[in-house]
Each structure stands twice: as structure tokens, then as C-alpha cells.
């Protein structure tokens, strides 16, 4: 067995430098790197190669040591010794294979956090090391990641788990494994659109019925049924009468004096009314939207993050139907204080069009 099975693949080369990496996610980091491929790191900022170099060496030994046995066993056997020699042969491709796997999957996780490093509040919280739960089911799935596309999948999926532990059940591992290749991409594009766990639609526009049950039971969307609707409450702040609703990061607010144009299209618009009894005058505002499941919104993290953009189109398409009254964006502070970030006025098409 001359063949070098580590040289048949890609060369693994990161390293997670001291920076990047802080406190109780840097101990959260080497302990799962360890407990899924060994101990890689002497020191944190130990590149992979050397540990490489280190796995040829002890499975050249290894293999060394499995041909002598299997030269013992195939002397004992009566029939169909190449049978059995292959038989070992295939095995032992099968343990290089699932290792080379975790190796690239530990690979795809180390710059993924390298482009996005837990911020200060997820380095300083949460247990020191990820649960034995996780990390039994975990490996099992990166062992089978034969594709680059599966390993950088599950590279971003240990990567959000470092960053914040419980992001990712087993459940909703078992959703992202059993997920197909059609409502993968479909619930990736329909996540472009997405503010916090849920997709407002006056950005993504309306599912089909279809895509809208696929996702649905792929587990991913809360059951859309009649609609709905992510919902503004009344507050005051300062001496204004708000409507105001929390979307992602932000809470998205207007006067409640402000009159709501008639929409043709309800379900698209940035802002409706809700009339939450029959008979009943009184109302409600809220955002038509797609809710996402835990899983949903969990796997939604390993996508690309667009939530910014989408609060500004989100804010800018509420400024255009409720012109020309203002339009609010605050964030919550200490305290949960809410702090003004913008204000947005558009004239009235007819007043823009003089």
C-alpha cells in the first residue's frame, strides 16, 4: 500500500489566529476541532499542514501494522483469500475517506469563522465546550461529506454552533441532511429577502402554493394557512404616538395619525390593516410576511446575510405608500432604550412628478 491517500485530496491549510478567536469560543473552537479530528492545535495558531503531516506518518504506520494482520488472517482462511484482502482493503479506505472528510468539513468551519468572528457578546458567553450531543451527530454527517458543497455546508454549520451553541438542534441537522437539492435552492433565494425569522413580502413577493407547501414540509416555513402577519404595537416615545413593529435588528415605527393608503394587493404591502374581530372597527397594523421555523431560521444563518439591505428596501418601500409622513428606524440600547438611527420623508408622486 504505497498509494499516499491524504495527497489524493486537497491540501487543508488555515490556521485561527490569536485575534480572531477570543475566550470562551476559542476554547469552544479547539475542543471540537480536537474531539472531531485530534488534537491539531499544540498552539492555537498551529496550521493544519503540520498535523497532516503528522496523520500520513501514524496511517502509514497503521497500514503497516493492518497488512501484517491481514496477511495472518488470509493464511487461516481455507477459500477466497483476495475476496478478504479486498474486503480489508475497502475497509480501510472507508476510515481514510470519512477522515479526510472531517478534515476538510474542520477546514471550512476555521474560515468561516475567520470571515465572520463571533462577535464580543458571543465570545464571552455560552459553555466552554460544544454538548456531546452535537458533537456525536455532528461528526457522523461531516464523515459522509464527500462533496465540497456538502463540507462547506457543514464547515458553516460548526461554525455557527462555535459562535453561538444551540443554534443547531438535532432535529434540525436531520432536516439539513434529509433537505433536497430543489428546496435548498428555493428556500436560499427566498432567505435574500429575509429580516430576522421572517421574510416580509412586500420583498419577496408571494410563494406559489407549490413552493410554499414544499418548504413547508421540508420544515423550514411556519404553515402560511390564511397568512401572516408580524404585527406593530402602540408606543409612545418622546412625545410620539408610534406604530411600531420589530424586524430583525431594527424596529421600523410611524405616527399613528398617519392614514394608510388603500393597497390593491394587501398581501404585498409594506403595511396593512388587520381587523382582528368581525363586526369590530378597531384594528391593527402589521407586516404581511413568511414565518421561519426554529430549523428554518437556524439554518438561515449559514446563508448569505442580506438583513441590513433588506430593512433599508423594507423601510424605503413603507416611506413610498405612507408618503409623505415620516418614517422611523430606531435600534434598542441598554435597557432595551430605543434609540433614533434614521428618519425617512418621500414626496408624493404627484408632488415629485411637478
Given at each position: 500500500?504505497?498509494?499516499?491517500?491524504?495527497?489524493?485530496?486537497?491540501?487543508?491549510?488555515?490556521?485561527?489566529?490569536?485575534?480572531?478567536?477570543?475566550?470562551?469560543?476559542?476554547?469552544?473552537?479547539?475542543?471540537?476541532?480536537?474531539?472531531?479530528?485530534?488534537?491539531?492545535?499544540?498552539?492555537?495558531?498551529?496550521?493544519?499542514?503540520?498535523?497532516?503531516?503528522?496523520?500520513?506518518?501514524?496511517?502509514?504506520?497503521?497500514?503497516?501494522?493492518?497488512?501484517?494482520?491481514?496477511?495472518?488472517?488470509?493464511?487461516?482462511?481455507?477459500?477466497?483469500?483476495?475476496?478478504?484482502?479486498?474486503?480489508?482493503?475497502?475497509?480501510?479506505?472507508?476510515?481514510?475517506?470519512?477522515?479526510?472528510?472531517?478534515?476538510?468539513?474542520?477546514?471550512?468551519?476555521?474560515?468561516?469563522?475567520?470571515?465572520?468572528?463571533?462577535?464580543?457578546?458571543?465570545?464571552?458567553?455560552?459553555?466552554?465546550?460544544?454538548?456531546?450531543?452535537?458533537?456525536?451527530?455532528?461528526?457522523?454527517?461531516?464523515?459522509?461529506?464527500?462533496?465540497?458543497?456538502?463540507?462547506?455546508?457543514?464547515?458553516?454549520?460548526?461554525?455557527?454552533?462555535?459562535?453561538?451553541?444551540?443554534?443547531?438542534?438535532?432535529?434540525?441537522?436531520?432536516?439539513?441532511?434529509?433537505?433536497?437539492?430543489?428546496?435548498?435552492?428555493?428556500?436560499?433565494?427566498?432567505?435574500?429577502?429575509?429580516?430576522?425569522?421572517?421574510?416580509?413580502?412586500?420583498?419577496?413577493?408571494?410563494?406559489?402554493?407549490?413552493?410554499?407547501?414544499?418548504?413547508?414540509?421540508?420544515?423550514?416555513?411556519?404553515?402560511?394557512?390564511?397568512?401572516?402577519?408580524?404585527?406593530?404595537?402602540?408606543?409612545?416615545?418622546?412625545?410620539?404616538?408610534?406604530?411600531?413593529?420589530?424586524l430583525g435588528n431594527a424596529r421600523v415605527a410611524f405616527l399613528r395619525t398617519t392614514q394608510i393608503p388603500k393597497d390593491d394587493n394587501p398581501?404585498?404591502?409594506?403595511?396593512?390593516?388587520?381587523?382582528?374581530?368581525?363586526?369590530?372597527?378597531?384594528?391593527?397594523?402589521?407586516?404581511?410576511?413568511?414565518?421561519?421555523?426554529?430549523?428554518?431560521?437556524?439554518?438561515?444563518?449559514?446563508?448569505?446575510?442580506?438583513?441590513?439591505?433588506?430593512?433599508?428596501e423594507y423601510l424605503d418601500r413603507l416611506a413610498s405608500l405612507l408618503a409623505p409622513h415620516e418614517v422611523y428606524e430606531y435600534r434598542t440600547?441598554?435597557?432595551?432604550?430605543?434609540?433614533?438611527?434614521?428618519?425617512?420623508?418621500?414626496?408624493?408622486?404627484?408632488?415629485?412628478?411637478?
Amino acid at each position: 500500500m504505497d498509494d499516499d491517500h491524504l495527497d489524493k485530496e486537497t491540501s487543508v491549510s488555515a490556521e485561527i489566529t490569536p485575534t480572531s478567536l477570543r475566550a470562551t469560543a476559542k476554547s469552544r473552537a479547539v475542543a471540537a476541532i480536537d474531539r472531531l479530528i485530534g488534537n491539531v492545535f499544540d498552539r492555537l495558531n498551529a496550521p493544519l499542514e503540520a498535523r497532516i503531516a503528522e496523520i500520513r506518518a501514524q496511517s502509514a504506520a497503521r497500514i503497516k501494522i493492518i497488512d501484517t494482520l491481514t496477511a495472518l488472517g488470509i493464511e487461516r482462511l481455507q477459500s477466497n483469500p483476495e475476496i478478504a484482502a479486498r474486503a480489508v482493503q475497502a475497509h480501510i479506505d472507508t476510515i481514510i475517506r470519512r477522515y479526510q472528510n472531517k478534515l476538510s468539513v474542520v477546514a471550512a468551519a476555521i474560515e468561516d469563522l475567520e470571515r465572520q468572528p463571533p462577535n464580543p457578546d458571543e465570545a464571552e458567553s455560552g459553555p466552554e465546550t460544544l454538548s456531546e450531543e452535537f458533537l456525536s451527530r455532528f461528526q457522523r454527517y461531516a464523515e459522509d461529506a464527500t462533496q465540497e458543497t456538502l463540507r462547506q455546508k457543514w464547515g458553516r454549520i460548526l461554525a455557527a454552533e462555535i459562535r453561538k451553541p444551540g443554534t443547531f438542534s438535532l432535529k434540525t441537522m436531520r432536516i439539513v441532511d434529509e433537505l433536497d437539492r430543489t428546496s435548498a435552492l428555493l428556500f436560499e433565494r427566498l432567505c435574500e429577502h429575509r429580516i430576522g425569522n421572517c421574510i416580509p413580502k412586500c420583498l419577496s413577493g408571494e410563494l406559489t402554493y407549490d413552493h410554499a407547501t414544499q418548504l413547508t414540509i421540508s420544515g423550514l416555513l411556519v404553515e402560511p394557512s390564511l397568512g401572516q402577519i408580524r404585527r406593530f404595537e402602540k408606543v409612545t416615545h418622546g412625545e410620539k404616538d408610534l406604530w411600531i413593529a420589530k424586524l430583525g435588528n431594527a424596529r421600523v415605527a410611524f405616527l399613528r395619525t398617519t392614514q394608510i393608503p388603500k393597497d390593491d394587493n394587501p398581501e404585498l404591502a409594506p403595511v396593512t390593516k388587520i381587523y382582528p374581530k368581525v363586526f369590530d372597527e378597531s384594528y391593527m397594523m402589521g407586516v404581511p410576511i413568511y414565518l421561519l421555523t426554529d430549523a428554518g431560521h437556524a439554518i438561515s444563518s449559514i446563508l448569505e446575510d442580506k438583513q441590513e439591505e433588506n430593512i433599508t428596501e423594507y423601510l424605503d418601500r413603507l416611506a413610498s405608500l405612507l408618503a409623505p409622513h415620516e418614517v422611523y428606524e430606531y435600534r434598542t440600547v441598554s435597557d432595551q432604550e430605543l434609540s433614533l438611527v434614521r428618519t425617512i420623508k418621500k414626496a408624493l408622486a404627484s408632488d415629485a412628478a411637478t
